[in-house]
């Protein structure tokens, strides 16, 4: 094999553009597409050999139907184009073979969740066929399918050979110029005003414009050497081997049967590899991972295994006639989330991290590479990177317990999906000073960058406890009570998971008068909606933004955003500005109080005017609630009058009491965040990471009404923005209502506009009081999109294989003019 190996006399170049850290497959990927963008000088370390980490024992299943977001479809199918024509470019074999993915069904709500997935994956040219029981069998005659519904099958997916296709892509990356070095080991990195400046290897310091932490495993060490959070941990992962089985032969398709926790494929000379994610895993590497683990197996732990792989030979009966040729373990890394982490680090500028892939890392490695390579260069993201980006993890995400408990479960998660699934592990350390006031009163709860919130609440003599479905869960009927209290009496719900952050100064306002696409010069007192916008026009962040004072702001974004928007506003922040950014989430609760009767609910417990007169929409005010002073802010995310009361932390329980006393003589009731996220569906309200993200623009998610094109000084993007506004939008975000009661909506699900689809539903949920199905989604043409365009389509939405008539509109339907919300 051709290779680049350094010897022991070989020195590291004093210089280099790029430094990537490792040499795994998203290393080598990474080196691959920046040489093809253009960067000749790359240079790769890795500690021993390329693959030597976990790459080189990867299964090598290369499939695309079974994800469920744009970003992950658009990654696995970048690499399998990617490893299907690496051979013709670079004369390395990857060794990928499109024999073919099964996916295997056996209950009813697994059916039901891939016809949704399939339904979705065809909108991105992936062909997945839902067949019958005895095609399965067919397909696999070794199978036992007494128990089969269906089977979901895409013939372009299939397998590679994981050190091949590192191979291919470390020998393109060095015909495209970079420089590969094997035996070099990376100590430190090296940095300077909160910019990386390079690396110390065992061979001498580089010094670089840009690193990239691919270290897999060891990704969490080598970003701790910067003060950098990457929050991953390792786990034991499995497969078997058996000896040569009659039957099984080179050409079968790669199968997962997601109910075994198991995928099955040929290995070489007709054995059977069955792999496993199991749902109690068991994590591995707590002191640390060794530093000179290479081409390393674990020692299996048989004992906790052997009840998972008898179940899943259940699906081969033969096999268990044949001996074990290999029971093998290797360690991978998982995420607390199970998505990889991804881009540049909060913490240090030009500082990118691609690990973490969760047993993906073949999958996804062409597609992150790609990703890597284009964000750098471009200093943008090409992608929807929301849900990927490392920037969504907090701290407190990567201390070693609570990395090591959660991951515990995250294996499992691989096979596991679900409408709203949360974790079980890791759970209730972060928590608001009601919270147990709230578990006395029926709380159930759920969880979000650790905070824990109430979901709905259970009447008497039911048991707050989380169930899961593609239909109705029995929690449905009391988010729907939640839902009417709302909009007929008053609620109080938990905001306190948002992130709050002070921001002050003499230049705070042109400041963030620069940085928010709405004009913030308002009076002390005001609140103002607004999208922050990156030089392309495009939303990094949806906000609140009120005045205090002339020199102090607070803004509030979403809980997962939190990291993302303190070090958009630092890094925006020009050096010789005079603002203090200061994260203040710790220090209110939000009490949510929310209805038509929540007037009547302040004016038991306040001194002040609570009148439309005295206290308008929009506005802010301290106000006394007991002996606590609060902000209230009348806002509303529901589409009813009320007031979001931020209460000092401290004063929690007093407050809360009050308003639970007080809140007897009227009526009011505790809501969860499902009746929230029903009734913000129900008004249209945007949710960022959800609805939209970091593609759209305002003009694009109906949010035009946010922009203050006029203001003085201008705001970042407005350019594009401009630009856009005279060229027109290419795609619109429109709330959908189904018009038969029934279906459900969760996401993904494809909206079609005159028999051609346009889109697909990006958030969905019941809307109680509209009295179905309702969701936002994009509708999209090449041609433009016109309000016309819109009004003058007849819509379908397509739900586990059957497309329902819908109304789409781009005004709320519910209470279009925003009566209710002044009243
Ligand atoms: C049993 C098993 C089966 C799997 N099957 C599949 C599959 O079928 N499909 C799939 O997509 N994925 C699969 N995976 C997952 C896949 O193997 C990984 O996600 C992927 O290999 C991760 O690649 P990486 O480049 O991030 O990490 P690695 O391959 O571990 O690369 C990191 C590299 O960094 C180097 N390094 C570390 N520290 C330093 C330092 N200080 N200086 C220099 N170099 C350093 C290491 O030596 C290592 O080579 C499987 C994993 C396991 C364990």
Redesign the pocket.
């Known amino acids: 094999m051709e290779m680049n190996s350094t010897t022991d006399t070989d020195s590291v170049p004093a210089r280099a553009r790029v430094v990537i850290?490792?040499?795994?497959?998203?290393?080598?990927?990474v080196a691959y597409h920046l040489t093809k963008l253009g960067w000749r000088d790359v240079v790769l370390?890795?500690?021993?050999?390329?693959?030597?980490?976990?790459?080189?024992?990867?299964?090598?299943?290369?499939?695309t139907g079974t994800f469920a977001t744009e970003t992950t479809i658009n990654m696995s199918k970048y690499s399998r184009d990617l490893y299907a024509r690496l051979e013709e470019e670079t004369g390395q074999d990857t060794g990928f073979r499109p024999v073919g993915y099964l996916q295997i069904a056996s209950n009813p709500e697994r059916v039901d969740k891939l016809r949704r997935i399939s339904d979705f994956a065809r909108g991105f040219g992936i062909e997945v066929a839902e067949i019958s029981t005895s095609e399965v069998k067919e397909m696999w005659p070794l199978f036992e399918t007494n128990d089969v519904l269906a089977g979901f099958y895409t013939a372009d997916d299939g397998?590679a050979n994981?050190v091949d296709v590192?191979m291919a892509l470390a020998k393109g990356a060095r015909m495209g110029g970079a420089r590969l070095m094997e035996g070099?080991?990376?100590?430190g990195i090296n940095h300077a005003k909160g910019r990386v400046t390079g690396v110390s290897?065992d061979r001498g310091d580089i010094e670089a414009e840009f690193v990239v932490n691919?270290?897999?495993?060891?990704?969490r060490?080598?970003g701790l050497m910067a003060g950098v959070n990457v929050p991953l941990h390792a786990a034991e992962?499995?497969?078997l081997i058996t000896e040569p089985l009659e039957g099984i032969h080179r050409d079968l398709p790669i199968v997962e049967d997601p109910d075994l926790f198991s995928?099955f494929r040929e290995e070489a000379g007709g054995k059977l590899m069955v792999?496993m994610f199991e749902p109690v895993a068991g994590p591995w590497g707590m002191d640390g991972?060794p530093?000179d683990?290479?081409f390393g197996e674990l020692p299996p732990d048989m004992d906790r295994l052997a009840p998972y792989f008898e179940a899943a030979l259940e699906r081969i009966p033969t096999a268990k006639n044949v001996g074990i040729h290999q029971f093998?373990?290797?360690?991978?890394?998982f995420t607390p989330d199970m998505s990889p982490l991804m881009g540049e680090a909060p913490e240090l500028k030009n500082f990118f991290v691609?690990?973490?892939?969760?047993?993906?890392?073949?999958?996804?490695?062409g597609g992150a590479g790609n990703i890597i390579a284009q964000w750098m260069v471009d200093g943008l993201p090409p992608d929807d990177i929301r849900a990927v980006d490392i920037d969504r993890m907090l701290p407190f995400q990567g201390t070693p317990k609570y990395l090591h408990d959660r991951t515990v479960e995250m294996i499992g998660w691989q096979y596991i999906s679900w409408p709203g699934l949360a974790p079980h592990t890791a759970r209730n350390a972060r928590k608001a000073p009601m919270h147990d006031r709230l578990a006395e009163a029926g709380a159930c709860f759920g969880t979000s960058a650790g905070w824990e919130f109430p979901l709905w609440f259970a009447p008497e003599g039911v048991e707050p406890k989380v169930s899961y479905s593609w239909g109705r869960t029995k929690s449905f009927a009391y988010t729907a009570a939640e839902h009417k209290a709302t909009r007929e009496g008053v609620v109080m719900m938990d905001l306190t998971h948002m992130s709050k952050f002070l921001v002050q100064g003499r230049d705070a306002e042109k400041v963030l008068n620069r940085i928010c696409a709405n004009n913030v010069s308002v009076p002390t007192g005001q609140c103002v909606y607004t999208q922050w916008l990156n030089e392309r026009g495009r939303i990094e962040a949806d906000l609140t933004v009120m005045r205090l004072a002339e020199d102090r702001y607070f803004v509030v974004a979403g809980d997962v955003i939190h990291t993302h928007v303190e070090s958009w506003l630092k890094r925006n922040t020009p050096e010789d500005a005079h603002v203090a950014v200061s994260d203040l989430t710790s220090g209110y609760v939000i009490l949510n109080i929310q209805g038509p009767k929540s007037r009547e609910l302040l004016n038991l417990v306040t001194s002040a005017d609570v009148s439309n007169e005295a206290f308008p929409y929009r506005s802010m005010q301290e106000i006394d609630i007991g002996y606590a002073r609060v902000m209230a802010l009348r806002l509303t995310y529901v589409g009813e009058l009320g007031w979001e009361l931020y209460v000092p932390t401290e004063f929690t329980l007093h407050v809360f009491d009050r308003l639970v006393e007080a809140g007897a003589d009227v009526g009011l009731r505790h809501a969860g965040l499902n009746a929230l996220e029903t009734l913000r569906l129900e008004k249209a309200y945007r949710d960022y990471c959800h609805d939209i993200d970091n593609l759209d623009t305002p003009l694009e998610a109906g949010l035009r009404f946010a922009v203050d094109f006029d203001k003085p000084g201008g705001f970042i993007g407005k350019e594009a923005l401009l630009k856009q506004r005279e060229e027109g939008v290419k795609a619109r975000l429109v709330q959908f209502l189904l018009e038969d009661p029934e279906p459900l909506l969760h996401a993904e699900e494809p909206i079609y506009r005159d028999g051609v689809r346009v889109g697909y539903i990006k958030a969905g949920g019941y809307g109680h009081t509209l009295g179905a199905a309702v969701g936002l989604g994009p509708v999209a043409n090449e041609d433009g999109v016109t309000p016309d365009f819109v009004k003058s389509g007849s819509y379908e939405i397509e739900v586990s294989g059957t497309r329902y008539p819908a109304r789409a509109s781009l005004r709320p339907m519910y209470d279009p003019k925003g009566e209710r919300i002044r009243s």
């Open positions: 850290v490792g040499g795994g497959v998203i290393g080598c990927s370390l890795e500690r021993a050999q390329l693959t030597a980490g976990t790459t080189w024992h990867a299964a090598g299943l290369v499939v397998r994981p590192t070099v080991r990376v100590t290897t691919c270290g897999g495993l060891w990704a060490e080598i992962h499995y497969y995928y792999g991972i530093k683990f290479s093998f373990c290797g360690p991978e890394s691609a690990a973490g892939f969760n047993s993906l890392g073949i999958i996804f490695g």
